[in-house]
């Protein structure tokens, strides 16, 4: 495609365009309609390990697959539509009702094509109704990897039904094999997210994620990157302070082993439940991408626990990671003893970038399904990679959080013991003072009777 993944952040019609604009994502070479994603899906069988091609999940809800789907659009006789705005028939996706809305002389806005998405019922809804989504808007070139494609996540509401772009482009290109027998084809793909705040979540059709996947990854790797290196620079500062990290050594190594044990886990569902409320952006379209690492990574974490068959080959530079976390049931506990798994943490760093990302890639007709499939293999394991350890060190810094406040509170209390003690000695030696003083006055009043009585 010639133009951005993400040109702008999506816009209501009746409101500003939102604050956090996307970095846009320069693919022009590895995306063919849909971005291969057909191609993609009828390539050679997947090895890659039951968790990165099904969307099942431990409860009997929706799945990602049910809840999306694809609309198309041919807009006949486009040249000679004099109307200001123009909407599409409704379509059903994940239980709801949708439709396309354009402005062909652009909305608020000179020369450019205005597109949007829009609840189709939105007026008869119940009062404090929400269905929150991710959508790609593609408006069709004849040379499908030129087609003008945009990606955005939004939660549409009362005030905020219709959401999408105010400069979708611009118009002087829609003719530009974008109108061929003056038809324009516009094509929708919306995948209703199913939230869930207990834990990370898989929450896009396989196909869709996987066309995503292709624009993304690298968004995601620095999200992740940039998560794992703040940790560990702050865990560098702790070790670094020879005399608070000794203190804190010498305070953990005085615990009983069982209170070291008890200490060094925590309920996996409170843990993921913060996982979430830091990674899941609702404005950010690669909020999305950033759960189903995560999802990834929980599921490879649980896979290594419980030794399942049929996980996948790891990469040379994933292991080489040291483990950190293991899930126990319902509980996420530290492998080894918090002291050495900190000074690890803080010194060893990340696997390299891959090389190989989704800007440099270009798509070879001659061997378009080998491609596919070894593209998909390692973008699934990088995935994967990443969110097992982000989670594993998310895991660390909120146990060791946890440990940290028992530390603070007491050398807070050695602190208060001290001062108790300090100030008993003070009193101790100020009673002795008083008591000598008291000592000589009474010894120089026996000597004044004395002096009195031998006069």
Not at 47 to 72: F, H, I, N, V
Request: glycine share 4%; hydrophobic share 35%.
């Amino acid at each position: 495609m010639a133009s951005s993944a993400y040109e702008e952040a999506g816009t209501a019609r009746s409101s500003e365009e939102l604050s956090s604009v996307q970095q846009q994502c320069q693919n022009s070479e590895a995306l063919a309609e849909w971005r291969s994603s057909e191609q993609v899906e009828n390539g050679t069988p997947s090895t890659s390990p039951p968790y990165w091609d099904c969307d099942d999940d431990d409860d009997a809800g929706p799945k990602p697959s049910e809840l999306y789907g694809k609309y198309t659009w041919k807009i006949d006789k486009f040249s000679q539509i004099n109307k200001r705005e123009l909407r599409s028939n409704a379509f059903d996706v994940g239980g709801y009702k949708w439709y396309i809305l354009i402005y062909p002389q652009g909305c608020d806005v000179c020369n450019h094509l205005s597109l949007f998405l829009c609840v189709a019922n939105h007026d008869k809804l119940l009062p404090g109704w929400s269905h929150f989504a991710q959508f790609t808007i593609a408006v069709v070139n004849k040379d499908p990897k030129k087609s003008k494609y945009s990606d955005t996540l939004h939660r549409f509401w009362k005030k905020e039904h219709d959401w999408g772009w105010k400069k979708f482009m611009e118009l002087s290109k829609v003719l530009d094999g974008f109108v061929d027998a003056d038809t324009l084809i516009i094509k929708a793909q919306v995948q209703v997210i199913r939230e869930k705040a207990d834990r990370p979540f898989r929450c896009l059709d396989r196909q869709y994620r996987r066309e995503l996947v292709r624009v993304y990854l690298t968004n995601v790797e620095q999200i992740c990157r940039r998560f794992v290196e703040e940790r560990r620079v702050k865990l560098g500062k702790l070790i670094e302070d020879r005399a608070r990290w000794s203190s804190f050594c010498a305070f953990w190594l005085g615990m009983d082993q069982n209170s070291r044990r008890r200490m060094s886990k925590e309920r996996s569902d409170s843990i993921l439940k913060v996982v979430v409320k830091s990674f899941f952006i609702e404005k950010e379209v690669t909020s999305t991408l950033v759960m189903d690492s995560l999802y990834s990574g929980l599921k490879s974490l649980e896979g290594q626990t419980m030794g399942k068959k049929g996980k996948a080959k790891h990469s040379d530079a994933e292991e080489q990671l040291v483990p950190i976390v293991r899930v126990e049931k319902n509980m996420f506990v530290l492998v080894d003893d918090v002291v050495l798994l900190l000074e690890s943490a803080a010194l060893e760093p990340l696997p390299p970038k891959d090389e190989k990302g989704p800007q440099n890639r270009t798509k070879d007709g001659t061997s378009g399904d080998e491609f596919n499939k070894d593209s998909i293999e390692r973008d699934e394991r990088r995935l994967t990679e990443l969110g097992r350890r982000t989670i594993e060190i998310f895991v660390l810094a909120q146990i060791f959080s946890k440990i940290e406040v028992a530390y603070q509170e007491a050398v807070a209390l050695k602190r208060q013991e001290e001062l108790i003690r300090e100030e008993e000695a003070a009193w101790l030696a100020e009673t002795e003072q008083k008591a000598k003083r008291a000592s000589g006055k009474e010894k120089k009043s026996k000597k004044k009777q004395v002096f009195c009585s031998f006069i």
